[in-house]
């Protein structure tokens, strides 16, 4: 399993931006697909975005589509997360994770996780 440590959350107003960061641990990152997930409180942890092992499709829930861009770069065993025109209902603790060696779906299904940040508090304010 890779080890997975989230930054970049904070207070933003509304229309504002975030880039989220997620550093992993191991030498084989580039071989795990990963994306993001996010828990606004009383509410399940929901898909927000993910990226193939080798960078090339990204997949995003509807409600972030156009908004949202995940990227990864391997030879910093990063992944990445720009959030562009932040709503107050992205309001949640986002979550880092990591697929398995080179899964390819689904990506939406948070019990296909192998393993999960600690997460980053975003709060949109209006």
């Known amino acids: 399993q890779v080890q997975l440590v989230e930054s970049g959350g904070g207070l933003v107003q509304a229309g504002g931006s975030l880039r989220l960061s997620c550093a992993a641990s191991g030498r084989t990152f580039s071989s795990y697909a990963m994306g993001w997930f996010r828990q606004a409180p009383g509410k399940e942890r929901e898909f927000v975005a993910a990226?193939?092992?080798?960078?090339?499709?990204?997949y995003y829930a509807d409600s972030v589509k156009g908004r949202f861009t995940i990227s990864r770069d391997n030879a910093k065993n990063t992944l990445y997360l720009q959030m562009n025109s932040l709503k107050p209902e992205d309001t949640a603790v986002y979550y880092c994770?990591?697929?398995?060696?080179?899964?390819?779906?689904?990506?939406?299904?948070?019990?296909?996780?192998?393993?999960w940040g600690q997460g980053t508090q975003v709060t949109v304010s209006s």
């Open positions: 990226i193939r092992w080798i960078g090339i499709s990204t």
């Open positions: 994770a990591a697929y398995g060696r080179y899964y390819s779906g689904p990506f939406d299904v948070t019990g296909k996780v192998d393993s």
